[in-house]
């Protein structure tokens, strides 16, 4: 479609600071990155918005055993979890869009889809457990979570503290696309796959039949907009623009790249297999399969990265 954007928001960046991570402190976060969405949405473009979920599923996991422990009530399995999150910030995201725009004058209407992504249930991923859900831990409360809980797995994540890992199969087909495409072509900003969407295997009758797991977002998103046939995909993240050498005195940020030169910096092994490196291979898969540019910045500068005035643009070939 033209003019189709997909936006990615990190559900890490829903929960801004530690001791403010309350519904109401995301909502707070939710409509501060509503008011870019909608600037992005009065340049003309018809959006899409998808979210992660990482730390509200850990939330949510983690109320559902205190419930188990304290009053006996049945514990929520991991896909009722995603499946939850998915309705919580998809109703914020869709709220605070609905807010921004009356305020604005502007008659744009927003709707979630609560969507359901096919996995392969013989993916290695399940016998290898990657994705990290839930809060950091200190060193000392992740050994005592893991006698708590002798069978999570949890790994140092990026330097920022430990947490739980959980399968993470690749995605291969969104089950709900076509309803997404029939919302945006009746004029609606679609907010969808939340949280890399709710993992379902297709069983031999072929119903489907959900899985415990956590389908990296931004490889669930950079799907839907191949499937859907989206011109631009955006990755929203903590930097304004993807840097090599990172952290070193020869730290470089990258504006405009191509597919090659990115594929380059993937191989020197800039990009942290737990941070930025599952954006970059989403972002190749994206292009690879059709799509015209990926842009990679934080959610402050979407407007300014829509303009090319900010972000780290990917393409399938620079202009010299």
């Known amino acids: 479609m033209e003019k189709l954007v997909i936006v990615a928001i990190g559900g890490n960046s829903l929960v801004r600071e530690n001791g403010r991570d309350s519904v109401q402190d995301q909502y707070e976060a939710v409509s501060e990155t509503a008011v870019n969405i909608a600037d992005m949405v009065a340049e003309g473009f018809n959006?899409?918005?998808?979210h992660g979920n990482g730390p509200q599923v850990g939330f949510g996991l983690r109320r559902s055993e205190i419930a188990n422990e304290v009053a006996g009530m049945p514990s929520v399995p991991l896909v009722n979890c995603g499946a939850e999150t998915q309705g919580g910030i998809g109703y914020q995201i869709q709220q605070a869009l609905i807010n921004e725009f009356?305020?604005?004058?502007m008659n744009k209407k927003v709707a979630t889809v609560i969507t359901q992504v096919e996995v392969s249930p013989d993916d290695p991923n399940f016998k290898n457990p990657t994705k990290p859900v839930g809060?950091?831990?200190?060193f000392e409360l992740a050994e005592e979570m893991k006698k708590e809980h002798p069978d999570w797995i949890l790994i140092e994540d990026s330097g920022r503290g430990y947490r739980r890992v959980v399968p993470s199969p690749k995605p291969i087909n969104i089950v709900e696309k076509d309803a997404i495409k029939t919302l945006i072509e009746a004029g609606f900003v679609v907010v969808a796959v939340g949280g890399g969407g709710i993992p379902v295997v297709k069983t031999e009758n072929r119903s489907y039949e959900g899985i415990d797991a956590v389908i990296d977002k931004d490889f669930a998103t950079s799907l839907l907009a191949e499937q859907i046939q989206a011109e631009t995909l955006i990755i929203t993240t903590g930097v304004s623009r993807v840097c090599i050498h990172f952290g070193k005195p020869n730290q470089k940020a990258l504006e405009n790249i191509s597919?090659?030169?990115t594929k380059q910096y993937?191989?020197?092994?800039?990009?942290?297999?737990?941070?930025?490196l599952p954006k970059i291979e989403a972002s190749l898969n994206f292009l690879e399969k059709g799509g015209s540019r990926v842009i990679i910045t934080n959610p402050e500068s979407l407007k300014d990265a829509i303009q090319e005035k900010a972000g780290t643009h990917i393409v399938k070939k620079t202009t010299t």
């Open 47 to 50: 959006v899409v918005v998808t």
């Open 102 to 105: 009356a305020k604005r004058g």
């Open 135 to 138: 809060s950091f831990f200190t």
């Open 259 to 261: 597919i090659e030169e």
């Open 266 to 276: 993937v191989a020197e092994g800039h990009f942290p297999p737990g941070s930025m």
